[in-house]
């Protein structure tokens, strides 16, 4: 069917009001033109809101497949994790074992200075400073200055990192005296106690 095939002429003086009377050819496109105006009208009011309804869905959809693949993992490594946590807190356990309380700290002051004169070390300066708490211990800082040489530093130095109870020496500066014949060693020696109940 081409143009010059239709006569238009049928298309004028048709009725509205009685579609029924109108020629085959002018039916038919009427019918055409309806469905097409109802196909476009759905997808313009329903169709393409369904259709970003439906990409938001696959995108949700991607995300709880990742979410659960990570899920599964863990949840097959479970037994695992729950072995890593108690491994974790046995070593924590030990550790906290390591720092004194409050009771054991004095006890630990007479250690560090057990070690300095057990290797020869004369003490000039043995000055405990104030407690500077963390977030579950506090730190213990002591202003530590000795006289000696370096075999006995080095001693004390083994001695004190050998103790029960964790102590670290910071700021080491090792000095010729004044006569030039002894060495003198100053030090802040740190302990950490652990806060029992935030105290």
């Not at 002429?9 to 039916?27: A, C, I």
């Not at 105006?37 to 995300?63: C, M, N, P």
Request: charged fraction near 30%; include cysteine; aromatic fraction near 10%.
């Amino acid at each position: 069917m081409n143009l010059k095939s239709i006569d238009f002429e049928q298309f004028k003086g048709l009725d509205p009001n009685d579609p029924g009377s109108w020629p085959g050819l002018v039916k038919a496109v009427a019918i055409i033109a309806v469905c097409l105006l109802v196909l476009a009208g759905g997808y313009w009011f329903d169709t393409q809101h369904q259709l970003v309804e439906l990409d938001k869905a696959r995108e949700k959809e991607s995300e709880l497949k990742e979410s659960f693949k990570t899920k599964q993992l863990k949840a097959a490594n479970l037994d695992a994790y729950k072995q890593q946590m108690v491994d974790m807190k046995r070593s924590f356990g030990a550790m906290l074992r390591q720092l004194p309380s409050k009771t054991e700290v004095a006890e630990l002051l007479v250690d560090i200075s057990q070690a300095g004169l057990a290797n020869g070390l004369e003490f000039e300066l043995f000055k405990p400073l104030a407690e500077k708490p963390a977030e579950f211990y506090a730190e213990l800082p002591i202003d530590v200055k000795v006289k000696g040489n370096y075999h006995d530093f080095a001693n004390f130095v083994s001695d004190v990192a050998a103790l029960p109870r964790i102590v670290t020496l910071h700021d080491i500066d090792i000095k010729i005296s004044a006569k030039g014949k002894e060495l003198s060693m100053s030090t802040t020696a740190k302990t950490y106690r652990y806060l029992e109940d935030g105290k």
